[in-house]
C-alpha cells in the first residue's frame, strides 16, 4: 500500500521560510508527477506546485519566485521550498504523487503564517 509522509510543517512569521518534504513508502515504481496543494481555511484546494517526471514545473501564481518544488535524489521524495512567506499562504499542505495512473495523498501538514 502506497502512503506519503509530509513533513516541515510549522508555525513562522511572515518573511520566514519553511521546507517541506515528502516521502511515498510501499511501492518500488518511481512516481510520474509530484507535487503540492494547500487548503486554506474556508477554501477550495488548489494546486501550489508541481514536477513531471523530465523536471518540468509549474507553479501558483501566488507563489512564482517564492516557491521552489524539487525531487529529491531518493525515488519518490519531492520538497518544496517557501521563501518570503506571507498570512496568506497559511494552509494545510498536502503532498500529491501519480504512480503508475494512481493519485496518491499525503495527510496534510499545517503552515501558519503569523502577520
Known amino acids: 500500500q502506497v502512503q506519503l509522509v509530509e513533513s516541515g510543517g510549522g508555525l513562522v512569521q511572515a518573511g520566514g521560510s519553511l521546507r517541506l518534504s515528502c516521502a511515498a513508502s510501499g511501492t518500488i515504481l518511481s512516481a510520474n508527477g509530484m507535487g503540492w496543494y494547500r487548503r486554506a481555511p474556508g477554501k477550495q484546494r488548489e494546486l501550489v506546485a508541481r514536477i513531471g517526471s523530465g523536471g518540468s514545473t509549474n507553479y501558483a501564481d501566488s507563489v512564482k519566485g517564492r516557491f521552489t518544488i524539487s525531487r529529491g535524489n531518493v525515488k519518490n521524495t519531492v520538497f518544496l521550498q517557501m521563501n518570503d512567506l506571507k498570512p496568506e499562504d497559511t494552509a494545510v499542505y498536502y503532498c500529491?504523487?501519480?504512480?503508475?495512473?494512481?493519485?496518491?495523498w499525503g495527510q496534510g501538514t499545517q503552515v501558519t503564517v503569523s502577520s
Open positions: 500529491w504523487m501519480t504512480i503508475r495512473w494512481n493519485d496518491y
